[in-house]
């Protein structure tokens, strides 16, 4: 059987959109507040880097941040094509380096935070 | 081959204007762009978290005002349209069967609701809306 990569980031963008499903619109509410100038106490600087500083918190950010990245690069990728942008190689290098970029530099601000 | 083949002309482009229901895949499709784009912003507002409060505070006042506004409000009614997408379509994604019965899909769909309802009160408790 050839190899296939496909499960790998198919399975990526089936965990990141029920995580998305379930958590997106309540977070995405949450900087809709923000906008207003009513930003949450999770919104605060002092909110947010406690709730990163624990591990709790560091897991669920990198979770949801990764994740939402990864479902959206790949559901992207599938889009593209269905808009008539037929490189699908090309796409596929782009959108999954976006969303390698943003999984290192999500780990990379997780961790400097203490 | 002798004979001129029928070829069916179909837009690469505007194929989905043809029917409603590739307008329906469509609008599910593209849910993906406000929220990659939401993802990326939180991807900058945890790196400017990690930069000090000065760098945080600048960011959260920068996305104050109407743009940022109806920007945010794009991305809770496109993440809210792609959660009841997701949650209509768990009876076929996985079905649970009991004996010889399938569960019906109603009882599948209803436990992702209530467990999303939950879920968002979760998060707006714990961050502080209320």
Known sequence: MAKSNKPIFWSLFAAGGTLAAFL?????????????????????YAGLHAFAAGWFGKLFLMGV????????????????????LRQDSVVAVVVYAIAA???ISTLVSLLSIK | MSRKPYVREV?????????????RYMSREVTCIPIGAFALLLVCALERLSQGQAAFDSFMAAITGPGAFISLLVVVLFA???????????????????????????????????????????????????
Not at chain 1, 66 to 72: D, N, P, Q, R
Not at chain 2, 11 to 23: D, E, N, V
């Open chain 1, 24 to 44: 997106a619109p309540a977070l995405a509410v949450l900087f809709l507040m923000a906008t207003l100038g009513h930003a949450p106490g999770m919104l605060t």
């Open chain 1, 65 to 84: 941040v990764t994740l939402f990245l990864w479902h959206a690069a790949h559901r992207l990728r599938v889009t593209m094509h269905d808009f008539g």
């Open chain 1, 101 to 103: 970029l943003g999984t």
């Open chain 2, 11 to 23: 837009s690469k482009t505007g194929w989905f204007l043809k029917h409603p229901r590739y307008m």
């Open chain 2, 80 to 130: 809210t349209y792609n959660a009841t997408n997701w949650f209509n379509v768990t009876p076929k994604a996985m079905p649970v069967q009991i004996g010889e019965e399938f569960l019906a899909g109603k009882y599948i769909v209803g436990a992702h609701y209530a467990v999303w309802a939950i879920a968002s009160l979760v998060v707006l408790i714990v961050a502080g809306v209320f």
